[in-house]
């Protein structure tokens, strides 16, 4: 017997089936005892029982406590899906929604797009099995259209609701509006912050949940003067903790991708000339742009002896947790929209992130162990230059786009919606203007049948209206293009800095008249001509990767279009740009500027802002008199990014309701007396 046992055992060793399955069974079993190890787990009974009991939840927990990657699975496992029925949980940003998705599958033991998928603008992830599905909160609010009462959910959890996206604010009052005729349906609101009196009292008093968390001191650190460079500081400070510092890794907030790409560059130049007398430094990215293998890096354990540095966007201020964490650089900056209301001018800016945040960020640090926390400005600016909070996107950012979507939906009193924090009328007012300039809106604020169409597609009302303006123009085909290429036109050129000069000839050869969206299609029609081409990007530096994305977009973009009956088409004769312009200007008239008199600087056409064209521009140095831009960055100063140059008399046929014909006449011509008019 004893001899036989062995034997069997033997060859159960050497059969690699079962080695596979007793590898399967010890990752189980490790999975089990990381999930059983969160803070949350400890609460599961108490918080099912309490999710049971009440309609609408607040749960409240750190960080890292296991809301977004545990709640779900114990709302599965407690029979919520049963009935064909799915639990959603929101997330503010679409790289958050892709990366916990993928964590959950592989929790449950499943693939991603089975029993758990993702959803975020044009990708679906999920499947007729799906029970969990993680989705950006603007594609939950999006689903209001074609289902008005979420039949399909039987649970809504509004996650990292702390952060008031503009999207998770608009969510809030839409599914407080609907528990109060679905009885069954289960919400929760969740949050990092301790702070939920507010969200309770605007969903009638719902009971808040905590789950205690258990961090660990954080030693701050700030510097005594002020940083001129904070980028190169965070650089110096990685070294520097690499090499005096003990274990643990490093995490640095920059403010968007260029950032996060130079330092990465800077750290990799610095590593290679100390050579190998330094341990490794494994430096990984992470911002909404990055593809998702390369997103999944920042999780792999950090190999003994080396030390890992993540370079991050805000998304790991909260929204997805970082193991091993034990160093934080705070640049104190983020990227924000910045909108104002009485101009209507919308830019993106780098501005210094308030004190709450800042704290966020430096609790990232204390979740294994104590951590330091390295700050790149000092305590002065802290108290004196840092707002207390954020306020809520809705407050500070264009709402054309949502009214468009309420308006659809059917909510038409927007004075009387229930917003947790109302925007100003001015705002409201604001965006019901441009949809009605825009065609969208008829004189009395009721959708019409453009309206519709343009709430077809998930982007900007302005971008919408454009691509149905192709369609008249006969150039369908181009604007599709141009419209996926401009969602990734900051990643497009790619210049290295040893090899600028190469660069930049090979961009120039790009260079067509009209402005930059035509280069842009310029670059997306080449790139099609050699078949998808990697080593013709290589050639060309262009960034292989952005065109990939875009051509994904645009798969997509040609689907939305015939939703709408709109048969794609190419311009029929491709050497005039004057259609693809013209369709451009039926969605950006808003954006137009005029050059002034010094030749040098422009003002916007309405409201006479001075605005300039960016450096990188084609229309940088042979500045056409009027334009329209596709967007405002704020650095040194207001840059119009991606140019078209436009013809006066099309504004005052394309936006009649918008623009007077005194509004386009050149300010010679304006500027004459009046006696000569008469
Ligand atoms: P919370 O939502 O409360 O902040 P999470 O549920 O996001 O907490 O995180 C719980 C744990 O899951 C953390 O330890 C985190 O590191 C881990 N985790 C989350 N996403 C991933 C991932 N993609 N890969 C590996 N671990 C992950
Ligand atoms: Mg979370």
Redesign the pocket.
């Known amino acids: 017997d004893f001899v036989l046992e062995d034997t069997m055992n033997a060859e159960k060793k050497e059969d690699p089936r079962q080695q596979a399955v007793d590898a399967y069974e010890r990752q189980r079993r490790t999975i089990k005892e990381?999930r059983e190890s969160?803070?949350?787990y400890k609460y599961r009974d108490d918080l099912l029982a309490a999710i049971e009991q009440f309609q609408i939840l607040i749960i409240v927990?750190?960080?890292?406590?296991?809301?977004?990657?545990?709640i779900t699975q114990y709302l599965r496992e407690a029979g919520y899906t049963k009935n064909q029925k799915r639990i959603a949980c929101t997330q503010p940003r679409r790289v958050a929604a892709m990366?916990?998705a993928?964590?959950v599958a592989?929790e449950v033991g499943t693939k991603i797009g089975r029993e758990v998928g993702y959803a975020i603008r044009f990708e679906d992830c999920t499947s007729d099995k799906t029970e969990i599905v993680y989705m950006t909160d603007g594609l939950l609010f999006r689903e209001f259209m074609t289902e008005p009462d979420l039949n399909g959910y039987s649970v809504i959890m509004i996650?990292?609701s702390h952060e008031r996206t503009l999207h998770t604010d608009i969510l809030f009052a839409l599914v407080k509006d609907i528990a109060r005729f679905r009885p069954d349906l289960k919400l929760l609101i969740?949050s990092?912050t301790m702070d939920a009196q507010k969200f309770s009292e605007y969903f009638d008093d719902a009971p808040i949940f905590k789950?205690p968390g258990r961090p660990f001191p954080v030693d701050i650190y700030n510097t005594k003067a002020p940083e001129a460079n904070y980028l190169q500081a965070c650089v110096t400070t990685v070294l520097q903790i690499h090499a005096s510092q003990p274990k643990g890794d490093i995490l640095v907030f920059l403010t968007g991708q260029d950032e996060i790409e130079q330092a990465q560059e800077s750290l990799s130049q610095a590593m290679k000339t100390l050579g190998s007398k330094v341990a490794e430094l494994i430096v990984c990215p992470i911002y909404a742009n990055l593809p998702s293998e390369l997103q999944?890096r920042i999780?792999e354990p950090t190999p003994e002896g080396a030390r890992k540095v993540v370079l991050a966007t805000n998304i790991a201020e909260?929204?997805?947790?970082?193991?091993g964490v034990v160093y934080v650089i705070d640049p104190g900056f983020v990227k924000q929209n910045s909108y104002n209301p009485r101009t209507g001018m919308e830019s993106l800016q780098v501005v210094p992130c308030s004190q709450a945040s800042s704290n966020q960020r430096a609790g990232r640090a204390g979740?294994v162990g104590p951590g330091k926390c390295f700050r790149m400005f000092t305590q002065h600016a802290f108290l004196s230059e840092m707002e207390a909070n954020t306020p809520p996107e809705i407050l500070r950012t264009n709402l054309s786009s949502v009214v468009l979507m309420l308006k659809c939906i059917g909510i038409n009193n927007l004075i009387e919606f229930d917003f947790m924090d109302p925007p100003s009328p001015a705002s409201l007012q604001h965006s019901l203007e441009h949809l009605y300039a825009l065609g969208a809106l008829n004189d009395r604020g009721d959708l019409t049948k453009l309206g519709r169409r343009m709430a077809e597609f998930p982007m900007d009302p302005m971008m919408a209206k454009a691509l149905l303006a192709s369609e008249k123009y006969r150039c369908s085909e181009e604007m599709a293009s141009i419209c996926a290429m401009l969602s990734v036109s900051s990643a497009v050129f790619y210049r290295p800095k040893e090899k600028k000069v190469q660069a930049d000839r090979a961009h120039a050869n790009f260079v067509r008249p009209g402005g930059d969206h035509i280069v842009l299609l310029t670059i997306w029609e080449q790139w099609v001509e050699t078949r998808y081409s990697m080593q013709w990007c290589y050639e060309n530096y262009v960034q292989y990767r952005s065109m990939c994305r875009a051509r994904d977009l645009r798969d997509q973009i040609i689907g939305l279009m015939e939703r709408v009956e709109i048969i794609p088409e190419a311009n029929p004769n491709p050497g005039d740009t004057e259609p693809i312009r013209k369709a451009i200007t039926a969605g950006f008239f808003y954006n137009s500027a005029r050059l002034q008199k010094s030749g040098d600087s422009y003002a916007t056409i309405k409201r006479r802002q001075t605005v300039h064209i960016h450096p990188s521009s084609s229309l940088h140095e042979d500045k056409p008199k009027l334009v329209v831009y596709f967007e405002l960055v704020l650095t040194s100063l207001e840059f119009m990014r991606q140019v078209i140059e436009i013809d006066a008399k099309w504004l005052l046929e394309l936006a009649p309701h918008y623009y007077k014909t005194s509004d386009v006449t050149d300010d010679v011509k304006r500027k004459m007396p009046k006696t000569v008019k008469s």
């Open positions: 990381v969160l803070p949350v927990g750190e960080t890292g406590s296991g809301k977004t990657t545990q990366s916990v993928a964590r592989e996650d990292e969740s990092a789950i999944a999780f909260t929204s997805i947790t970082i193991d979740r």
